[in-house]
């Protein structure tokens, strides 16, 4: 089920968890993605994990991922060294399209996130397990989980931010600034 976002003329739409379809096109294993708005340039929607296991490898074609943790703690292995990174509930993160990567959660732990995906293209290309051994431009910052205990929620939730994509569009908070002097 497919709504388009409303327009100025149009009355809000509520759509309820309960309501929502997976979307058409590609699925990825061991996510779950429900949509509830879509365009050629936006995808909004809700994903949720099956705890413990690894999804398949895929990344989200031009469409830069901005995401909010509603549970769970998702750890993403991305790029061609296959690094780490950790978000936890109650985090937001930032992943840039072409970024080939996987994600998990503890066993037991299913995660459940919001996302909304800004770009031209597909949301979901599923790739082979040696796509991601080409350069890629992961941005994701391998430092997130070892900044989340020595500095706190916030800088967590930002430690997966890259600098120049947040300075370019100048929403970067005084301490999402700090974190990031600190990480080069």
Known sequence: MSHE????????????LADLEAPP??????????EAFATDERWIGYVRTT???????HHHGAMDTYFFVLKGTLEFEYGPERKLAAVHAGDFAFLPGGVVHRERTAPGE??????VRL???????????QADRTPAAAILSDQARSRRSST??????VAMVVGQSMHSTRVMPA???AL?????
């Open 5 to 16: 976002a409303p327009g100025p003329d149009r009355a809000p739409v509520v759509i309820r």
């Open 25 to 34: 096109g590609q699925q990825t294993s061991a996510i779950q993605r429900l």
């Open 51 to 57: 705890p413990g296991e690894w999804s398949g490898r």
């Open 110 to 115: 299913g995660g459940e996130a919001v996302l």
């Open 119 to 129: 770009g031209p293209g597909p949301a979901v290309v599923n790739v082979d397990d």
């Open 152 to 157: 706190g929620p916030i800088a967590s939730s």
């Open 175 to 177: 301490s999402a600034k």
């Open 180 to 184: 990031m002097a600190s990480a080069t």
